[in-house]
C-alpha cells in the first residue's frame, strides 16, 4: 500500500516563496504519476500540477503556471512543488497524489497547509 507523506507548508507573505514535499513509500516510486492538488476553504479540492513517472513531462493549472514547479527525485522517492510569488489566493491544503499511469484513481497523503497573507 503507497503512503504519502507531504511537508515544508507554513505561512507566508504575499510574493513570498514554499517548496512542499511529499515522500512516498510502500511502492516503487518511479512506477507513479506524481500530482498536487489543493482544497481551499469551501471549495472542492483542484488539480495544481502533475509530472510523469521519469519527470520528462510536467502538466500545471492555469492558475499557476509560471509560479509554481513540480519536480521529483527518484533515487529519494520524493516529489517537490516549488511555489514562487504566492498570492492570497493560493491559501489550501494542499495534497500529494499518486497514480499509476493505467488508473485514474489517485492515493493521498494528509496534506500540509499554505496560508499566504496579503
Known amino acids: 500500500q503507497v503512503q504519502l507523506v507531504e511537508s515544508g507548508g507554513g505561512m507566508v507573505q504575499a510574493g513570498g516563496s514554499l517548496r512542499l514535499s511529499c515522500a512516498l513509500s510502500?511502492?516503487?516510486?518511479?512506477?507513479?504519476?506524481m500530482g498536487w492538488f489543493r482544497q481551499a476553504p469551501g471549495k472542492e479540492r483542484e488539480f495544481v500540477a502533475a509530472?510523469?513517472?521519469?519527470?520528462?513531462?510536467?502538466y500545471y493549472a492555469a492558475s499557476v503556471k509560471g509560479r509554481f514547479t513540480i519536480s521529483r527525485d527518484n533515487a529519494k522517492n520524493t516529489v517537490y512543488l516549488q511555489m514562487n510569488s504566492l498570492k492570497s489566493e493560493d491559501t489550501a491544503i494542499f495534497y500529494c497524489g499518486a497514480r499509476t499511469n493505467d488508473s485514474t484513481s489517485w492515493a493521498w497523503g494528509r496534506g500540509t497547509q499554505v496560508t499566504v497573507s496579503s
Open positions: 509530472i510523469t513517472e521519469s519527470g520528462g513531462s510536467t
Open positions: 510502500g511502492r516503487t516510486f518511479s512506477y507513479y504519476v
